[in-house]
């Protein structure tokens, strides 16, 4: 069966230090995989996703980048946090045959003071 | 804009009862229909699901209907039970593929009183 795993858990950044958060998916190849944030009292809002290897498409101007070093494995990062970086980001894939349905690791929340 | 929208932020029902979610969308283009409950610091998870080409999906207790001309469909929950307790987001895709990432709304807390 498939697993999605995201670390860390939790993270406490001050301001204007790098981020990476990884994500990495056991039991499937080729998947789609996605980055959302959800800010506080708001709805999972869709910041990067990818098809295949080195292959980035964001959603939003952002402090944010993605990259996809190997098949099952996606990485978020920021060179400076910002303030407005806090939230709980997820990590989803989903089946490259059509399959809309998308599932979710735990999440790391991020706190940036 | 919001082109998903879920306006009930919260929603209380008896144990037992039916509990009905609703959710309105605005993208013509959307064509897949996804309902999610997530609880607190944890990853949403999978409930239902529903394409444009029907009008309704059945799973156990749970059932989502979807009216295309109002551009509206809604998560029912039969029985109600305790641990379905949790934030219910409606998400939809535009179809395609599937590739491309799914437009949610800010969710509905459903609270199941005893």
């Known amino acids: 069966s498939q697993t999605i795993h995201q670390w860390p858990a939790t993270l406490v950044q001050p301001v204007g230090s790098p981020l990476s958060l990884e994500c990495t998916v056991e039991?499937?190849?080729?998947?789609?995989l996605y980055w959302y944030r959800q800010a506080a009292g708001r709805g999972l809002q869709l910041l990067f996703y990818s098809v295949g290897i080195g292959q980035i498409s964001s959603e939003v101007p952002q402090n944010l980048s993605a990259s996809r070093p190997q098949d099952r494995q996606f990485i978020l990062s920021s060179k400076k946090l910002l303030l407005s970086d806090s939230g709980f980001y997820l990590c989803a894939w989903s089946n490259l045959a059509g399959v809309y349905e998308q599932f979710f690791g735990p999440g790391t929340r991020l706190t940036v003071l | 804009d919001q082109q998903v929208k879920q306006n009930s932020p919260s929603l209380s029902v008896q144990e037992g009862r039916i509990s009905i979610l609703n959710c309105d969308y605005t993208n013509s283009m959307f064509d897949y229909f996804l309902w999610y409950k997530k609880y607190p610091a944890e990853g949403p998870t999978f409930l239902i699901s529903i394409s444009s080409i029907k009008d309704k999906n059945e799973d156990g207790r749970f059932t989502v209907f979807l009216n295309k001309s109002a551009k509206h469909l809604s998560l029912h929950i039969v029985p109600s039970q305790p641990g379905d307790s949790a934030v219910y987001f409606c998400a939809a895709s535009p179809g395609g593929g599937g590739a491309d990432g799914l437009t949610f709304g800010k969710g509905t807390h459903l609270i199941i009183q005893p």
């Open positions: 039991g499937t190849s080729n998947p789609n």
